[in-house]
C-alpha cells in the first residue's frame, strides 16, 4: 500500500503511506480529494503546479470480477475544472497488485524532455529517458515497450496529440491483448500528461502484493455470488458478451435521441447500418470476434474486435459512443470508416467523443459535408499531423466553433456531450449541466429511469423528478468509480442482495462496517471535493447550464427543448 | 394484415433464418393490437424494453394497421 510521487522537475521520485484521511478511497474518490487538496485551482492545467494522478479502483487487485477500472485526474485543460477520466484494460489490477494505491505525478520536465515511467515486479518506480518514442503513435510505442520491457507489462501512454497538448487528448492504455486501445478519453488529460513530459507508464504485471483484505472469507462469498449475478443478467450475461455496447444504438436512435448530424436530429436514418446488430453481423461474416475479453478480471467481455473485409485488424473495441460520434453525429452510416476513426483516434491519442464532435461542428459549420467519412478520416490525420487546421479540430468542438464562428456547440463546460440528447432525454439535461466533469454520460446515466419501459418513472420530456434522479445517480456514480467498479458490473448491484454483497466484500477489505449510508456519505464526498475545486478555480451556478441551442432549438422528431429551469438544475447539489 | 416486425438484441436468436434486412412478415387479424403481436411471436413471456409503432414508443396495447413497422427491444443498461 504505497502512494508513489514522481517529481518531473527533478525527476525524483518518492514513495509514502497512504494519509490515514484517504482510507477507503481508490480511484475517483482518491484523484478528486487529493486534487482538491494539494493542486492550487487557479493553476495553468498544462504547467507545473498541476498534478497527474493515476489510482486504481478501491477494489481493483482483488479477486472480484470487473474491477480492473482506473482513474486518471487532474485539472482538465479542456473544461478548466477538476477531471477524472476512467478507463478499463488491465493497468488498475497491475498496479493494484503491486501494492500501489496511486502514482503521483509533479512538476514539469525541462521543456523538451520526455520520459517513461517503469513500475517493477518489485513495485520500484524509475523515470527513463523516453527521447527515442518522441512523437509516436501509440500502436507503434506499445511495440517498442513491450519488445524492450517485455510482454508481460501494461502500457498507459500519449500519442502526438498529447504530446501536443491538445485539449481533447486521451491517454491510452493496453487492453487484455496489449493493445492501446482503451482510453482515458474525456477531458483532455493526454495533454497534461504531455505537458509533464511523461510519454508512458510501463506497469508490470506479475504483481502478487495486493493490499491484504481485513476477512478474506467473506470478501470471498461476496465476490463470488456476486459475479454469478452479473452472469445471470440477461443484458451483461448474455446481450453485452454478444453485441457490445453498440446494441444502445437501435433503442436510442427509436427513442429519437441519438444526436445526429451536430444534434440537428434525434433519428439517423442510417442507424440500422451501423447499429449493434449490423455491428456483430459484420464482425462475425469477416472473421473478427465479437465476444471479446477487453479488460482483466472481466466476465463480461462486451469488448469486440474489428476486421476488415480481408479479416485484418481495424481496432478494438468498437463501442456504442464512438459509433455515434464518428457516425450518426456527422452523418457517416459506414462501419468501415467508423472502425478507421476509432483506430485513428485510439492511436494518435484522441477522445473519440471529442473528437467527433469536433468533426460534427466543422461539417456542420460548412468545412466539409455531413456524411463524408473520408473527410472525417483526413481532418482527423490532419490532428495527428498536427496542422494548423489539425490543432484547431485538436482544442475540441468550441474551438471549431470560434474557427467557423459557428453557433451549435454542443459542449458542456467546454467538453462534448455524449450519445444521448438532453431534448429527448430531460434527465441527461442535469446531469450534462451539473456535472463537475463537463458534458459526461457516466457521471449520472439516468436514460433507464426516462423510459418507462427500461423500469423509468419519468416522462423524459418533462422536468419533474429529474433533478432528484441525477443527483441521486451521480451520488452513487461517483462512489461506483471510487471503488474501480465496471459500470455493466453494476447488474450485481441490481440482483437482490446484490448491493448487499457489495457492502460487505468494501467492509471486508476496510475492516470496518460499511452499509449504504456510507455508500451516500462517499459519493457525497467525492462530489463535494470536486464542486469544491471547481468553485475556487472560478466555476459558478452559470456554468451548470446547457448550451443555448438545446434550449431553443427543437429536436426532430419530438421536436422538444430542454424545459429544466435554472432553479432547478441549481437545486441539484443541495448538499 | 401483415405487420412487418424488427427484433433487435438478442432477440433475433429466437427466430432461425431470421432476416436482417426485412424482418419478420407477420399475419394478423384485422384490429389486432401489439399484445397479439407479442403473443403470436411467442415472446408473451420475455422480457422485452420499449416497442415502437411506425418509429414512435407505444405504451400499451395499441392496435395496429396494415403495414405498420414494429420495432421490439430489450431493456438496455448503459453508461
Known amino acids: 500500500m504505497k502512494v508513489i510521487r514522481v517529481d518531473m522537475t527533478t525527476q525524483t521520485i518518492t514513495e509514502e503511506a497512504p494519509p490515514a484521511e484517504y482510507a477507503g478511497l481508490g480511484g475517483r474518490g482518491l484523484t478528486s480529494t487529493?486534487?482538491?487538496?494539494?493542486?492550487?485551482?487557479?493553476?495553468?492545467?498544462?504547467?507545473?503546479?498541476?498534478?497527474?494522478?493515476?489510482?486504481?479502483?478501491?477494489?481493483?487487485?482483488?479477486?472480484?470480477?470487473?474491477?480492473s477500472r482506473f482513474s486518471v485526474g487532474a485539472k482538465s485543460p479542456l473544461t478548466g475544472g477538476i477531471k477524472e477520466s476512467n478507463v478499463g484494460g488491465t493497468v488498475a489490477a497491475d498496479l493494484a497488485r503491486l501494492g500501489v494505491t496511486a502514482v503521483v505525478v509533479e512538476g514539469q520536465a525541462p521543456a523538451g524532455a520526455l520520459y517513461l515511467l517503469k513500475i517493477d515486479a518489485a513495485a520500484n518506480a524509475q523515470l527513463i529517458d523516453a527521447a527515442a518514442y518522441k512523437g509516436m503513435r501509440t500502436y507503434g510505442l506499445v511495440k517498442e515497450l513491450k519488445a524492450a520491457h517485455g510482454e508481460k507489462n501494461s502500457v498507459t501512454g500519449i500519442g502526438p496529440a498529447g504530446e501536443c497538448?491538445?485539449?481533447?487528448?486521451?491517454?491510452?492504455?493496453?487492453?487484455?491483448?496489449?493493445?492501446?486501445?482503451?482510453?482515458?478519453?474525456?477531458?483532455?488529460?493526454?495533454?497534461?500528461?504531455?505537458?509533464?513530459?511523461?510519454?508512458?507508464?510501463?506497469?508490470?504485471?506479475?504483481?502478487?502484493?495486493?493490499?491484504?483484505?481485513?476477512?478474506?472469507?467473506?470478501?470471498?462469498?461476496?465476490?463470488?455470488?456476486?459475479?454469478?449475478?452479473?452472469?445471470?443478467?440477461?443484458?451483461?450475461?448474455?446481450?453485452?458478451?454478444?453485441?457490445?455496447?453498440?446494441?444502445?444504438v437501435g433503442p436510442i436512435n427509436e427513442a429519437g435521441a441519438l444526436p445526429t448530424r451536430n444534434a440537428t436530429q434525434g433519428q439517423f436514418e442510417g442507424a440500422e447500418k451501423i447499429s449493434g446488430e449490423t455491428l456483430a453481423q459484420t464482425i462475425k461474416a469477416r472473421g473478427g470476434k465479437t465476444t471479446h475479453k477487453g479488460c482483466a478480471n472481466c466476465i463480461i467481455n462486451c469488448s469486440n474486435e474489428y476486421v476488415d473485409k480481408d479479416g485484418g485488424y481495424?481496432?478494438?473495441?468498437?463501442?456504442?459512443?464512438?459509433?455515434?460520434?464518428?457516425?450518426a453525429m456527422i452523418g457517416n452510416d459506414d462501419l468501415d470508416a467508423i472502425a478507421r476513426l476509432d483506430f485513428l483516434c485510439d492511436d494518435i491519442g484522441l477522445d473519440t467523443i471529442s473528437t467527433g464532435v469536433a468533426v460534427a461542428v466543422a461539417m456542420d459549420a460548412g468545412?466539409?459535408?455531413?456524411?463524408?467519412?473520408?473527410?472525417?478520416?483526413?481532418?482527423?490525420?490532419?490532428?495527428?499531423?498536427?496542422?494548423?487546421?489539425?490543432?484547431?479540430?485538436?482544442?475540441?468542438?468550441?474551438?471549431?466553433?470560434?474557427?467557423?464562428?459557428?453557433?451549435?456547440?454542443?459542449?458542456?463546460?467546454?467538453?462534448?456531450?455524449?450519445?444521448?440528447?438532453?431534448?429527448?432525454l430531460q434527465g441527461m439535461a442535469v446531469t450534462y449541466a451539473t456535472s463537475p466533469m463537463g458534458g459526461d454520460h457516466t457521471a449520472g446515466w439516468v436514460v433507464d429511469k426516462n423510459l418507462e419501459a427500461f423500469g423509468g418513472t419519468l416522462d423524459r420530456f418533462s422536468a419533474e423528478g429529474q433533478v432528484e434522479a441525477s443527483r441521486d445517480t451521480q451520488i452513487h456514480m461517483a462512489a461506483v468509480d471510487t471503488m474501480g467498479l465496471c459500470d455493466f458490473a453494476q447488474s450485481g448491484l441490481a440482483a437482490e442482495g446484490g448491493f448487499d454483497h457489495f457492502m460487505r466484500m468494501i467492509s471486508a477489505k476496510l475492516g470496518r462496517p460499511f452499509d449504504s449510508a456510507d455508500w451516500q456519505a462517499l459519493g457525497r464526498r467525492v462530489l463535494k471535493a470536486e464542486r469544491d475545486f471547481n468553485r475556487r478555480a472560478g466555476f459558478t451556478n452559470q456554468d451548470d447550464r446547457l448550451p443555448r441551442m438545446f434550449y431553443e432549438e427543437p429536436l426532430p422528431p419530438h421536436n422538444k427543448v430542454v424545459v429544466v429551469s435554472d432553479a432547478q438544475m441549481d437545486a441539484t447539489f443541495d448538499f | 394484415m401483415l405487420v412487418q416486425v424488427t427484433l433487435y438484441g438478442t432477440l433475433r436468436k429466437r427466430f432461425a433464418g431470421y432476416d436482417a434486412v426485412n424482418g419478420l412478415s407477420v399475419q394478423l387479424q384485422a384490429g389486432a393490437g401489439v399484445k397479439a403481436l407479442i403473443a403470436r411471436l411467442g415472446l408473451a413471456e420475455v422480457r422485452l424494453g420499449f416497442i415502437s409503432v411506425d418509429g414512435r414508443i407505444v405504451h400499451g396495447d395499441v392496435p395496429l394497421h396494415d403495414g405498420a413497422r414494429v420495432r421490439i427491444f430489450q431493456p438496455i443498461f448503459g453508461g
Open chain 1, 34 to 67: 487529493l486534487i482538491d487538496a494539494e493542486v492550487p485551482a487557479a493553476c495553468d492545467p498544462l504547467g507545473p503546479e498541476n498534478k497527474l494522478i493515476f489510482a486504481p479502483g478501491y477494489l481493483s487487485g482483488t479477486t472480484l470480477i470487473n474491477t
Open chain 1, 367 to 424: 468545412h466539409k459535408p455531413f456524411g463524408d467519412g473520408a473527410a472525417a478520416i483526413a481532418m482527423v490525420e490532419e490532428i495527428g499531423k498536427g496542422t494548423e487546421f489539425g490543432r484547431i479540430l485538436g482544442a475540441g468542438p468550441a474551438a471549431v466553433g470560434k474557427h467557423f464562428n459557428h453557433h451549435r456547440v454542443p459542449v458542456m463546460k467546454n467538453q462534448s456531450m455524449a450519445a444521448y440528447d438532453p431534448r429527448a
Open chain 1, 314 to 327: 481495424v481496432t478494438s473495441s468498437l463501442e456504442y459512443e464512438t459509433i455515434w460520434s464518428m457516425g
Open chain 1, 165 to 248: 497538448q491538445m485539449a481533447i487528448a486521451s491517454i491510452q492504455t493496453t487492453d487484455f491483448d496489449g493493445r492501446p486501445c482503451r482510453a482515458a478519453g474525456r477531458g483532455g488529460l493526454g495533454a497534461v500528461m504531455g505537458a509533464k513530459g511523461l510519454k508512458a507508464l510501463v506497469v508490470d504485471q506479475g504483481g502478487k502484493n495486493p493490499d491484504p483484505l481485513a476477512d478474506p472469507e467473506a470478501f470471498k462469498a461476496s465476490a463470488k455470488a456476486y459475479a454469478q449475478a452479473v452472469k445471470a443478467d440477461e443484458f451483461s450475461g448474455e446481450i453485452l458478451p454478444e453485441l457490445g455496447t453498440a446494441v444502445l
